[in-house]
């Protein structure tokens, strides 16, 4: 449980345990294996009543649903730790290390404690809360809502979507029911309950804010996000407290605040509930989620890719790479496709494509439609088992504003050699010409092309070495060029655009 602090264009993102995490998540829900789920969860489907929504009091729903949302205390013990370079440079000088007979000192880690909470999903005793609140805990304890205090085992974490499984020696527990997000609506009514600041067990009520909300407090796991934005008051300690509509259902779990001051600032996010249904799901069978896989690197589409591949508007999801050998390569997918449906159901854009691909089971049959220069295709694939380390396949957004921007003016490149390519830990397969500099006022920038990105493509066509790029780029005609990067671990297309002003792209 490690509590880490960072920012996002000046603001935080604050998990909202007792000794709060702060983080700087959310495509994907889990597949499930065939083995049967020790959990029977409580569903339904039905939109809410919307003859609820001006009622009064909602006392009667508070007192059916609190008793299923607990206390959740985490404490970690003190542990001795060896120290190492990573912790301070010094400790690599050899004088330092031959003070210390060449053994690194030891310092003492003091011990911690969390406060958070959870949600009961099943009379035996499985309560879903967040990971980060369990995250290296060196016992849980569960208060329930009649006072008892149990102690809790972790049954499976799944850190790319912030949610937890575990599991008290409990019977006949008020397990709360589920509500199927897709129907719930920006504008809808909703309570938080949970146990802010370790006072007691409150409930705050608010709107639905947005829906699909994506800030990138997971970007450090290459988590998935598809929050729930709420202006119900969520403050330290309520992460894993459940957010339900008037009708008592579940529709997320709260998880984390956007906050300049470390309180509430009116913009709290929840883990909708038909994705925490199916990693608790996942977790509860096999301790882990299975999530399927087709092997792609997706992106948004821009204005400007939309130009630069033809495209009639911006729907679907850019394939920007295909992994070899992969479900998507054996069904006929190529770099420069546009998905624009997926098992019937349209694309709306790279995130919700990934969302649904990670919600089926390995194994799947699935159809695909896809648009390739100009023309629409048909095609098949079946799903594999998403590897658990795997860094393709994730939806990437254009790493800025201005992607529609300018072509190599302003940038410097570099041959990708052997030496290079081990210092950047780049793949083996990888050809291109490295980024060494680039302007701050170019184009290029504005497109967000930036020092150690490798040019793999200059509008379609291959890049080998720095002068092929030199050359390519010379040889592009009109003030546009379409660029393939590899960048940060993921393949991208940008387009640079000579003509657009830095004022156009703020």
Same mark, same amino acid.
């Given at each position: 449980?490690?509590?880490?602090?960072?920012?996002?264009?000046?603001?935080?993102?604050?998990?909202?345990?007792?000794?709060?995490?702060?983080?700087?998540?959310?495509?994907?829900?889990?597949?499930?294996?065939?083995?049967?789920?020790?959990?029977?969860?409580?569903?339904?489907?039905?939109?809410?009543?919307?003859?609820?929504?001006?009622?009064?009091?909602?006392?009667?729903?508070?007192?059916?649903?609190?008793?299923?949302?607990?206390?959740?205390?985490?404490?970690?013990?003190?542990?001795?730790?060896?120290?190492?370079?990573?912790?301070?440079?010094?400790?690599?000088?050899?004088?330092?290390?031959?003070?210390?007979?060449?053994?690194?000192?030891?310092?003492?880690?003091?011990?911690?404690?969390?406060?958070?909470?959870?949600?009961?999903?099943?009379?035996?005793?499985?309560?879903?809360?967040?990971?980060?609140?369990?995250?290296?805990?060196?016992?849980?304890?569960?208060?329930?809502?009649?006072?008892?205090?149990?102690?809790?085992?972790?049954?499976?974490?799944?850190?790319?979507?912030?949610?937890?499984?575990?599991?008290?020696?409990?019977?006949?527990?008020?397990?709360?029911?589920?509500?199927?997000?897709?129907?719930?609506?920006?504008?809808?009514?909703?309570?938080?309950?949970?146990?802010?600041?370790?006072?007691?067990?409150?409930?705050?009520?608010?709107?639905?804010?947005?829906?699909?909300?994506?800030?990138?407090?997971?970007?450090?796991?290459?988590?998935?996000?598809?929050?729930?934005?709420?202006?119900?008051?969520?403050?330290?300690?309520?992460?894993?407290?459940?957010?339900?509509?008037?009708?008592?259902?579940?529709?997320?779990?709260?998880?984390?605040?956007?906050?300049?001051?470390?309180?509430?600032?009116?913009?709290?996010?929840?883990?909708?509930?038909?994705?925490?249904?199916?990693?608790?799901?996942?977790?509860?069978?096999?301790?882990?989620?299975?999530?399927?896989?087709?092997?792609?690197?997706?992106?948004?589409?821009?204005?400007?890719?939309?130009?630069?591949?033809?495209?009639?508007?911006?729907? &679907? =999801?850019? !394939?920007?790479?295909?992994? %070899? *050998? /992969?479900?998507? #390569?054996?069904? @006929?997918?190529?770099?420069?496709? +546009? $998905?624009?449906?997926?098992?019937?159901?349209?694309?709306?854009?790279?995130?919700?494509?990934?969302?649904?691909?990670?919600?089926?089971?390995?194994?799947?049959?699935?159809?695909?439609?896809?648009?390739?220069?100009?023309?629409?295709?048909?095609?098949?694939?079946?799903?594999?088992?998403?590897?658990?380390?795997?860094?393709?396949?994730?939806?990437?957004?254009?790493?800025?504003?201005?992607?529609?921007?300018?072509?190599?003016?302003?940038?410097?490149?570099?041959?990708?050699?052997?030496?290079?390519?081990?210092?950047?830990?780049?793949?083996?397969?990888?050809? &291109? =010409?490295? !980024?060494?500099?680039?302007? %701050? *006022? /170019?184009?290029? #920038?504005?497109? @967000?092309?930036?020092?150690?990105? +490798? $040019?793999?493509?200059?509008?379609?066509?291959?890049?080998?070495?720095?002068?092929?790029?030199?050359?390519?780029?010379?040889?592009?005609?009109?003030?546009?060029?379409?660029?393939?990067?590899?960048?940060?671990?993921?393949?991208?297309?940008?387009?640079?655009?000579?003509?657009?002003?830095?004022?156009?792209?703020?």
């Amino acid at each position: 449980m490690n509590s880490t602090f960072s920012t996002f264009l000046g603001r935080r993102f604050i998990l909202s345990a007792g000794l709060v995490a702060v983080a700087g998540l959310l495509a994907g829900a889990a597949g499930t294996a065939n083995s049967s789920s020790p959990l029977v969860l409580k569903h339904d489907a039905a939109a809410v009543s919307r003859g609820q929504l001006e009622r009064a009091s909602y006392s009667d729903i508070v007192k059916r649903v609190a008793p299923s949302v607990v206390k959740i205390t985490s404490e970690i013990k003190a542990k001795r730790v060896r120290m190492n370079g990573a912790d301070n440079p010094a400790f690599n000088d050899p004088m330092f290390r031959q003070f210390f007979g060449g053994r690194m000192p030891e310092m003492e880690s003091p011990a911690q404690s969390g406060l958070g909470s959870g949600v009961i999903i099943s009379s035996d005793g499985y309560i879903v809360t967040n990971n980060h609140l369990v995250d290296g805990a060196d016992q849980l304890k569960v208060t329930l809502d009649d006072g008892r205090e149990l102690i809790a085992k972790v049954i499976g974490r799944d850190p790319l979507t912030d949610i937890a499984v575990v599991k008290v020696d409990a019977k006949d527990l008020p397990a709360v029911t589920f509500a199927d997000t897709n129907k719930i609506e920006v504008g809808d009514r909703v309570l938080a309950i949970g146990n802010p600041f370790g006072i007691g067990e409150t409930v705050t009520s608010g709107i639905v804010s947005a829906k699909g909300r994506r800030v990138g407090i997971l970007s450090d796991v290459k988590g998935f996000e598809n929050f729930i934005q709420t202006d119900a008051a969520i403050n330290p300690g309520n992460s894993g407290g459940a957010l339900i509509d008037i009708d008592g259902r579940v529709i997320g779990i709260n998880t984390a605040i956007l906050s300049r001051s470390g309180g509430f600032q009116g913009v709290g996010l929840a883990v909708p509930a038909n994705l925490v249904t199916q990693v608790a799901d996942g977790l509860a069978k096999n301790g882990k989620v299975v999530r399927g896989f087709l092997g792609v690197s997706v992106q948004d589409i821009s204005p400007a890719l939309a130009d630069s591949f033809g495209l009639k508007n911006r729907a &679907g =999801a850019l !394939v920007a790479e295909v992994t %070899p *050998d /992969s479900p998507a #390569a054996k069904a @006929g997918l190529k770099e420069g496709d +546009v $998905i624009t449906s997926f098992n019937g159901e349209t694309v709306a854009d790279a995130n919700r494509l990934t969302l649904e691909v990670t919600a089926v089971a390995p194994g799947t049959k699935v159809n695909l439609d896809v648009l390739r220069d100009g023309k629409s295709e048909k095609l098949a694939a079946t799903t594999g088992e998403r590897p658990a380390r795997f860094a393709g396949g994730r939806s990437v957004e254009s790493a800025s504003p201005g992607d529609d921007e300018g072509v190599l003016n302003g940038v410097a490149v570099e041959d990708l050699t052997p030496e290079a390519r081990r210092e950047m830990n780049l793949p083996s397969r990888l050809k &291109g =010409a490295v !980024v060494s500099q680039v302007a %701050p *006022d /170019s184009a290029s #920038a504005r497109a @967000g092309v930036s020092a150690g990105d +490798v $040019i793999l493509e200059i509008n379609r066509q291959r890049v080998t070495s720095a002068e092929e790029a030199i050359d390519l780029s010379a040889k592009a005609e009109g003030k546009k060029t379409l660029l393939k990067l590899w960048s940060h671990g993921s393949t991208i297309f940008v387009v640079v655009d000579e003509t657009a002003s830095a004022k156009d792209n703020s």
